[in-house]
């Protein structure tokens, strides 16, 4: 995994939902080495460790990255107070494993749950017009990225839990409608493992390849503390797999969930 830190500008902010910031950060090193599905991890001040946020946007020409938070707690509330102009300390591209992507003309199902959907985008502009984007939020102040998902060519489903904005339901029930017309070539999903448990289960019971991108606390976020563990198994022998650097994405098999 190779990696800088290094102190950059933030080109572009602004508030996108209720409490959720869209930011592009001028790194043209970092970004032409990124690869979709892998992280950053973001410095605060007056905080000791960094802040794991998934890259939404990478632009090697113009040397961007982008990526879209939401006010969690302390350090992602003055994450969100930084201005355009203001310098940003990352360490990045962060995750020893991106999600795979598979020839343009594959047919891809993507999932992506609340903020788990912005490291969806860049599989979303791969696959174009081969993609279903099945997005799910808890109501319509928390949707975000609808027209980028739109603008990449995809199919899109937006799922609310309460049915404020497109379908109510689960991303889980737009899946199974899914697999019922058509069986893809992969799925793709990030968001709570809850989720994460059921799609693995209807993907292997489709016979279908899916990578599912994890999220845990981190520490280091370079493979050096053990904050970020979690159970994995891989040719029949189960492992603790560091989150950041043998992920943060693994393929469905590999994961096992502590119930
Ligand atoms: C690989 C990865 C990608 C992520 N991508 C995004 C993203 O694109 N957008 C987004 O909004 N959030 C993302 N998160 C979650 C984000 O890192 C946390 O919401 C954030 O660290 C919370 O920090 P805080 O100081 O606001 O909260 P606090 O709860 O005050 O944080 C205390 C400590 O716990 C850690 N922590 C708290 N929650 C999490 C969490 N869910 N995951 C990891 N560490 C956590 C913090 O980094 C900090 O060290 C990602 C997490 C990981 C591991
Ligand atoms: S966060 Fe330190 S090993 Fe993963």
Do not use: W
């Not at 999932?111 to 502009?125: E, H, K, R, S, V």
């Not at 799922?159 to 793709?188: H, M, N, Q, W």
């Not at 981190?218 to 797999?241: K, P, Q, S």
């Amino acid at each position: 995994m190779k990696y800088t830190q290094g102190i950059y500008p933030i080109i572009r902010k602004k508030a996108v939902a209720a409490e959720i910031y869209d930011m592009t950060i001028s790194c043209p090193d970092v970004a032409a080495a990124a690869m979709c599905g892998q992280f950053v991890n973001i410095k605060v001040d007056g905080f000791m460790l960094r802040r794991p946020i998934s890259i939404c946007g990478i632009d090697k020409e113009k040397g961007t990255l982008r990526i879209i938070f939401e006010v969690r707690g302390k350090g992602t509330k003055a994450l969100s107070q930084l201005s355009e102009g203001q310098l940003v300390d990352i360490v990045a591209p962060l995750g020893g494993r991106g999600f795979e992507l598979l020839e343009k003309d594959k047919k891809a199902v993507i999932i992506g749950g609340g903020i788990g959907n912005p490291p969806m985008l860049p599989i979303a502009q791969h696959y174009g017009k081969n993609a279903v984007v099945i997005s799910g939020f808890r109501n319509a102040s928390a949707v975000i990225l609808q027209q980028d998902f739109k603008e990449s060519g995809a199919e899109t489903i937006l799922c609310t839990d309460d049915g404020s904005a497109g379908r109510k339901g689960f991303v889980t029930d737009a899946l199974a409608d899914c697999l019922k017309k058509e069986k893809p070539d992969i799925i793709y999903a990030c968001g709570p493992s809850v989720m994460l448990k059921r799609i693995i289960e209807q993907a292997k019971n489709a016979g279908v390849r899916c990578q599912v991108s994890l999220e845990e606390r981190m520490g280091c976020g370079v493979g050096g503390c053990l904050v970020c563990v979690c159970r994995t198994i891989r040719d029949g022998e189960e492992y603790y797999a560091h989150v950041c650097k043998d992920g943060p994405v693994f393929e469905a098999e590999e994961v096992l969930f502590d119930d």
